[in-house]
């Protein structure tokens, strides 16, 4: 399915030359929201060297917790000029609710915009790490924006079907974006707009296209797939249906493009997907560890 449309004669709104420029601002900061103190490649937050391949954040030493739980580990994963920060409320919430630090893991990828077959590369060295830290050969992963199809992708190029249990996508560009095959004609395909080329709304009518290639089975594997939308997304101009699964639970909210991530309905919908329970449970209710 390819939702979009050609903007050649359209005007661009406001809101995506802002969405534009944030990107651009996000790059000088070296893609962290927060403007932390860890580089990218960073793995002291980690049980293990990368070797500067990728960085991150995870375990019980990271966490303060016990080693020991029952529960699958969740893999946070960012989107475009991004790093793993963004998810520090999320692992706070799952924490609260009974989770412990071996189960919560998030990575920063080498560049603030990988392309995906980086990015698929990154993830399985992260991915296997966590399984051998932790023992469990099953995992849940959560991506935002360029995140979503990063994963796709690292499922299928590396058939990891099995690896995964539940599949959880905030505003990804599933079937690409207007904006995307703007700045691909356009000729702006460096830096933060590398990935335009691959998340093209048009991708149809290109042969082979990888996104065509990605889509053919929209939702593989024995997975739970769910994605969330904004009602309010900019980067989704004219092609809202995007980030919708063939096969998924497909959830709108009335909010942005940083509020599927972020906002609290949000999160509690990440939570009960992922963990099978109500986020306000009394019987998951802990004291955060000191």
Known sequence: MSVGTSPQGLTIPWAILRSLRR?????????????CAFERTDDSRLPWSTNGAYGGWGGHGYHGTQTDSDRRPVIFVHGNQRDACDWEAHAEFFLQRGYAGDDLWAIS???????HESMAEQLDAFIGEIQAQTGKKTVDVVGHSLGVTGLRYWLVSRSRFEWVNTFVGLAGANHGTVLCTWCSDAGINGGPYSSS???????????NHPLSVLNINETPGDIEYYTLRGTDDNLFW???DSPILDGATNV???????GVRADQTAMERIYQWVSGSHPYNAQDQTALPK
Do not use: M
């Open 109 to 115: 990828f080498k560049e603030g915009t990988s392309s």
């Open 238 to 240: 004219r092609c809202q």
């Open 23 to 35: 990107l651009r601002d996000a790059k000088r900061r070296g893609g962290c929201a927060v403007g």
């Open 252 to 258: 709108l909210l009335e909010t942005d493009h940083d």
């Open 197 to 207: 080329e691959f998340l093209r709304a048009d991708y149809e009518t290109i042969p």
